[in-house]
């Protein structure tokens, strides 16, 4: 398993409408695996692998390149910094974190704290308080000169490591540099296989506030079947009913079926469920009932394509502790590179 790519992916930051650094590590990772590699005018980068034969039909795996993470909106008089978030954030789990404050002139750390008392003088009904994401400041240790280093719209990211512990990884972002690992590795992994389809592999662009990259490169492409690579919810942890799990790590990818943006071929799924079975690769069926991915903007584009989620239960998602089980996400990549190379002088998995 190439960890040291998701390694680097993960850490490299990139919110909605800034992934150019993202994009800039694929392209140095792909460019001889695909015959084309293009960014469009949204900033998604296409990568098309050609058939061997005319009117091959089209697959597109989608994998957004943005993480969660803020847009500076305000710097006052002393050099602190104000934000909004592009993606969703829950304010709990924001406190007292380290951050990285992304502008023209470089990286600086900073930290991130709500407006308000410390422990040491606040009250017990303050204490209870939970700030809104509005009320979170930025202190980069500069004071007053952030203003000559720092403009309005330069963006935030979380400052986490990478880490390996155990059977894990956990990481910021894995949310959802997973998909954009898995696109890279899946099509180097099937070498010479799945020529009988034309392959794109989009790596898209602000995913997190609509679906917006996925929705402009569906609509370029047309592709007859839409695969959407992404996490999903793995809530097997102390306190969540087993009706609410979703799914539970270590039982393989997640075959997602449903969710608020899309629902997925119902053919699509069982022909990938009767290939998992038959390669022995473990799954578990999947299903949110809020939230969506890119799939469903393949699934909607132009006049439509048949579409499906390939996802890798995460948990503790939207943190800098997302955590995934390792053979899961191999089961994701094995299911990839299995269903690709099914497409072979035939188109048979469509009839």
Known sequence: MNTDLLRRLCEMPGVPGHEERVRDLITSEVECLFESVETDPMGTLLCRRDATKKDAPKIMLLCHMDEIGFLVSHIDKNGFLYVLPVGG??????FSRRVLVCTDQGDFKGVMNPGGKPVHISSPEDRKK???????????GMGKAAHDIV???????????FLEMGDKFVSKALDN????????EAIR?????????EIHVAFTTQEEVGLRGARTSA????????????VTLSCDTPGIPDKDA???????????????????????????EALAIKKKIPYQRTMLASGGQDGAAAQQAAAGARA??????????????????????????????AYLGEFQETDQILS
Request: proline share 4%; hydrophobic share 45%; charged share 25%.
């Open 219 to 230: 609509y370029a492409i047309k592709p007859d079947i839409g695969l959407g690579i992404d």
């Open 151 to 161: 403009k309005v719209g330069d963006y935030v990211v979380m400052d986490e490591p």
């Open 308 to 337: 499906v989620g390939i996802t890798v239960g995460t948990r503790y998602i939207h943190t800098v502790t997302e955590m995934i089980e390792k053979d899961d996400l191999h089961a994701a990549l094995d299911i990839l590179v």
């Open 177 to 184: 540099r997973i998909a954009c690992w898995l696109g890279i």
């Open 89 to 94: 954030f829950d304010p709990r789990n924001l």
């Open 246 to 272: 979703t799914t539970i790590q270590g039982k393989g990818f997640g075959l997602h079926v449903r969710d608020s943006s899309f629902i997925a071929d119902k053919r699509l799924v069982g022909e990938i």
């Open 189 to 197: 992994a099937l070498g010479d296989k799945g020529r009988g389809a």
């Open 130 to 140: 939970i700030p809104e994401v509005g009320e979170f400041f930025i202190d980069l």
